[in-house]
């Protein structure tokens, strides 16, 4: 979440909400699945809660794009 914290806020306050909200999961995942692999969890553990996280940005990207106007 650290990461998160230094995005700036008028940007933040134009994001729409569904997209900081998954935003939002995928760091909250992230620092669970740190602290997992600090804790000494075993690796398959640790690799089902990378792949849940990262199925998530996937579906943030697949959802959230700005175009280009060229």
């Given at each position: ?26 760091h ?5 699945l740190a ?6 969890k075993p690796?398959?553990e640790l690799?089902?809660?990378l ?6 940005c ?6 959230w ?6």
């Amino acid at each position: 979440m650290g990461a998160a914290a230094d995005v700036n806020p008028a940007l933040m306050a134009k994001l729409p909400l569904p997209f900081k909200q998954l935003g939002m999961s995928v760091h909250h995942e992230m620092d669970e699945l740190a602290v997992a692999a600090e804790s000494g969890k075993p690796a398959a553990e640790l690799q089902q809660m990378l792949v849940s996280a990262l199925s998530k940005c996937v579906a943030c990207h697949a959802a959230w794009q700005i175009k280009s106007g060229s």
